[in-house]
């Protein structure tokens, strides 16, 4: 189980992550481009289509893709769902999807 706090920690320890307040929900941004927002109970990670098709699939009662902002990766996971390894792969990729080339580079993440 993956608690919000966990997933505070894994975005905050990624290459220029900053915190800050997006409508009622925490959000997680590299350079401005919004990687994650934070509920109290699910993460919305922005994350390549073929990772959110597959989750999505593979597990339909605890990952969704919202109506609209499906289309553009945006995937909704209940946090009580998924285990700190699956979600600290989940958040990395979500980094590497809006990280800028020159920071992917980097190799940081």
Do not use: N, Y
């Amino acid at each position: 189980m993956t608690t919000p706090g966990d997933i505070r920690a894994l975005a905050m320890a990624l290459p220029e992550v900053e915190e800050s307040p997006h409508f009622e929900s925490a959000s997680f941004r590299v350079r401005g481009k919004i990687l994650a927002t934070l509920g109290s109970e699910t993460v919305t990670l922005k994350l390549p289509t073929q990772i959110q098709e597959s989750l999505c699939e593979s597990d339909p009662q605890s990952v969704t893709a919202p109506a609209h902002w499906g289309r553009f990766g945006w995937t909704t996971i209940t946090l009580a769902a998924f285990d700190m390894d699956r979600m600290t792969d989940l958040v990395a990729a979500a980094w590497r999807q809006v990280a800028p080339k020159a920071l992917l580079k980097t190799g940081a993440a």
